[in-house]
């Protein structure tokens, strides 16, 4: 039964029985929330059911599972996805539709969960949907933050944050379960007890303990029989704690406690300059890592007793980043300390478990923990730690590289200084068995760049596993009207195998498929349009090429290429009205870190030249800019059907993969990009002819970089670029206050521009300019549009999914028979 068969009849009744006897809410037949909620939990009756049934298929096959560990899930809103992968859509509209409801409206109600920043938390959410998906066991682990990432607006321009508040309305999906509390302990000191045979045995008093009491939140694979789980631990208190206190009659001191041991999974930390330092993050990785250690064993424990050589067969852990690493040392800890195993033993099972992926080369976005830190939060784990790193280089590097002292120095995993730190990166290499980076390029970055001694003491060790998408939510379930043609168009289902898109290459130069293709870009258009002025209140024409940027705001990610490009649009369309171009609507979506000013200053660049731009009568419309506030999985599902052009232009050697660059190409959106992260498979699958290409090439970069890079030559010899980046200085676009444009210029020039911003301009600019000439073809352009979305079968995250089973996990399917 892997598609769930249930009729529109059946459905009804259950949301009714949802409205009457959970809600107890059936007199407002306009509350679209109330219907939201009714319709979700009918639904989720459904998955449990088929999440029951998948635990005791699991269970009885004995199957061997991946624990995905990860600080961040970019879920979004489930009702949509949900029934898709159950493939009860229909019906459920159906069903829906004989209450008074559209569905499409309920599935817009409900919060898009946001516990997490970026690319990294979406790729972890696409995993699951895969995993669950091809059938695999799978459990995801992570933190139930109260508050997820900020919530964004703009106020005079400028970035405002607000708390999330996904939980204010609850989450039908999300089940809690106190029966699997775990509870960790923190602080304290380590006695050291000589042994009857002469050995010493460290011993951790702990000084607190914290409860982590796990939610569940089902996770339905597409057309399959597999519901899996992401379980996210909420920090609470300790009952023993507590009682203590009250029966001391000392009822606040115990809610003070309670307080302190909640603060655990208050928040989600947003991508910030500083993490190192933060206490309460590197206590949230170790809590979030410990319970859901204890969780993975006590299940291997229920299904075949304490058998540690089992374990490692039936048990694979992936570390997503460095963020969760303590894991390794807590699993050494609980076999040397809880279990009396042997330091080989030990160390053996955890570099059998462990595998790590990394997903960024940005050496400050590096994880540093200071060691005075971890040994007050976490004494006995820096034992081990030291003696992870002792054996280390006293045998792997002394023995490939005798008495070196710099090479001890480079790969210990404590960097000397004045303040002593242990690299969490290098402490992941060392303990797994498999590190990975996110595309081709990535990979072979970290192994000449980032890690090239380990790649030499290891070579099997460092491996590539390009990133993917999920093509339900990402195409199936946000992009229906293009559904539907590919429905009709392609024989097998593309949803499942991605790669069955390819039979839409011979249909790419048929004037009628161009014509139903485009006519279905331009309806997600107006759609787009209509969001966009309710969102912004400015109007954009459908006519015009839509170009988007949307993506964590960041330096390397060159927003403010985009911005510079687009002063000079408008600078030459003021020289001359006249100029022939397609109409532009260039739209943003994009959050600042809250303590990054840079990033927050271009976002307030962009919105100030907006307002000017969008209000200028002389270039005729032809020019249009909008940031649209609070970007979120909802408002990407929204924009990413209707773009027309994929800006993807980070720096080349920074972007690890990116994977808006798939979502916007899946979608028939043509790239500009530079040679960067996953952009270099997107231009091998699509053809160098469907896509824009500009700029320099990590090569390039790097030999730039060597001479020694001056910004002020590009300033001087391109009057342009000179022109409008003085009008930065000026007061232009803020009148009667010059200079409040003026940081991102001082960052290009004097700044240094780190991200070679002004050493590409002019290619950009050039590349933007074949683009236009592109579109203005309209055959040509529906050709590549189409193209894109024929040639995206790479990108799926099954196939992401099946390299890692093939090459790091080694599962099996747990399929119904
Ligand atoms: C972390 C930090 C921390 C502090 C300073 C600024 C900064 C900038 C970037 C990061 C990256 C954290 C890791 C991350 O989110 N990487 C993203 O992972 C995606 C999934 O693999 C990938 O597509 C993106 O290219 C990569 O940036």
Redesign the pocket.
Known sequence: MALTKITKAELTKRIKHHLNFTLDDVTDNQNKEAYWKATSLAINDIVVEKLQATKARQQSANARSVNYLSLEYLMGRMLSNNLHNLGVYEAAEAAVRDLGHELSDLCEQGADLALG????GR?AACFLDSLATLDYAATGYGIHYQHGLFKQSFKDCRQVEEPDMWREFGNPWEVCRPDAAQTIALYGHVKHETQADGTVKSIWEPKTHCKGVPWDIPIVGYNSATVNVLRLWEGTATEAFDWDHFSDGNYIHALKDNVRAETVSKVLYP???H?AGKELRFIQQYFFCACSLKDIIARHERSQGIDWSAFTDSTAIQLN?THPTIAIVELMRILLDEYDMAWDESWAICQKVFSYTN??L?P??LEKWSVRLFEKVLPRHLEIVYRINEDFLNNEVNEKWPHDFQMRRKLSLIEEGHERMVRMAHLCVVSAHKVNG?AEIHSKLVKQDLFPEFDALWPEKLTNVT?GITPRRWLKACNPKLSKLLDKHVNEDWAKDLNNLSQLVALADTPKFQKEFMAIKRENKVELAKEIEQLTGVVVSPDAIFDVQIKRL?EYKRQHLNFLHILALYSRLLENPNLVMQPRVFIFGAKAAPGYHLAKEIIFAINKVAEKINSDQRIQGKLKVVFLPNYRISLAEKIIPGADVSEQISTAGK?????GNMKLALNGAVTIGTLD?ANIEIAEEVGNENIFIFGNTVEEVKAIKAQGYNPYHFYETNAELKKILDWLDSDFFTPGQPYQLSAIKHSLLDGGDPYLVLADFQSYSDAHQALDIAYRDQSRWARMAILNTACMGKFNSDRSIQDYVENIWHLAPCAEK
Do not use: Q, Y
Request: without cysteine; proline residues 0%.
């Open positions: 920043n970026g690319g990294l790729l991508k910030d300059e993490e980043d997903h960024t940005l400050e976005a996110v990133n960041h972007e690890a993969s990116g994977t992260g």
